[in-house]
DNA sequence: CGGCTACTTCGGCAATTGTCGAATGGAGGG
DNA sequence: CCCTCCATTCGACAATTGCCGAAGTAGCCG
């Protein structure tokens, strides 16, 4: 394991938390982000289960960094013991260039998934078949920072060591935005799934265009952590 | 100036500082990194400048983050007054999608800058010449950390926009590796300048290898950020 | 030499933190 | 229904922090 990709992760959690207006907050997010409870935790850092607790619910208004440093490297420690997915997953998104807040894990699979297990994996609904149906990889999104910040290059990036892959776009409303981005590069991937909403909610115009570029469009509501533990199982 | 690079650094500045073994040392090396003194910051926090300097000589083992976030935020509100030269830095870095501990800046002129001047400007002294005696832009580069931790095909975007650049190695002791490094990617740049040792230092096949593959090759011992601005006035 | 600026050190003290441990509640499983 | 686990809340208190302001040092400049 890159002692590296450890470090940028720990500085990342400890930033976060640090400018945060509600730090107790984003050291929950982070703890459960991991799969950690404040018990485990607790014991790692050889601390009443309370003092986790007491701090998570903002009881403490100014922690001091020595807590924070303890507690970010209490989360790393439990996630090595555990394999080290986490950091592992990090690892990928700052290889691939990315910031972590724009995308959030991008994987080569060792082998071409078909496009059913996939779906089934991360319990998506297809909306239209494409033209291929199999996958090589995915790529987790952030469709707004994505749009908002990537330039057209970083954007082709996104594709990682292959455009056989899923385009997985998350925080979406209706699906406009990755549809239309999806019209101007060119290639398409093999398949883009939106995660927020189903197809009741989805952009009337999205099957039609999914067609026009030939991939496979569909929706999801799924927990991404829990569909990320089980995309791992696929190879 | 785009936000997100002003808070993607403040993460970076108060991350590092909470998981630093010496967060008093670190918050004096960010504060003069921007250029600003005590007195000025202590100013920008509405506090008396003995407050600042007890906190950067460790008078306080466990400073709240409260603290943290108040100085790392005064830091950005005075950089940008002075027209957010720091910001904009890092956020070049940033959006050539690497970390900032790996690459220290990257620019494109607007035109280009004959290759005496570049050197005059960052007070190098010329070892042997190239073919080209011009540069279109610059990269700095962390040597030990760009060759630990750069893929081959990460390396090539050190080249930014135009391969007919300068790349700067800092941390360097004799210049072995990044003139052997130099030997592996096609094409090389138009310079390549070694950070941290004078002539008398200078690895003895390095003028040789320079030769071969025809970059210009200089050395320098200044003052990195003193030469950023100077080469700020180049264009 | 005097004035000014930047910085360091330190005493002091009100306010806050770090943590324990008790009490309590909710959820899940046997 | 009981047990276990996870989590929350809160009183208590020793220890530490946040900050002021005084005194001092060093360097620079006129």
Redesign the pocket.
Known sequence: MSDTAREELARRIAGEITLSDDPGATLRKWRTDFDI????LAAQLD?????V??Y??G??????I??IRRMVNALLAIDETRGGGHIRQFARVLSAGFESDIVHDLREYPTAVPLDRFYDAIDATEITRGKRDYVNGHTVINSIQAITRLSSEEFYRLYGQSTDRALMFTDVTRGESPLVAMRVVTPTPNAVVLHGLGEDDLWEHAPALANIDGFSLAVTNCDIETALNDLRTLS
């Open positions: 409870s404040q018990t485990e601390v009443s289960s309370s003092v607790s007491d998570e619910s009881r403490r208004e100014s922690p001091g020595g807590v």
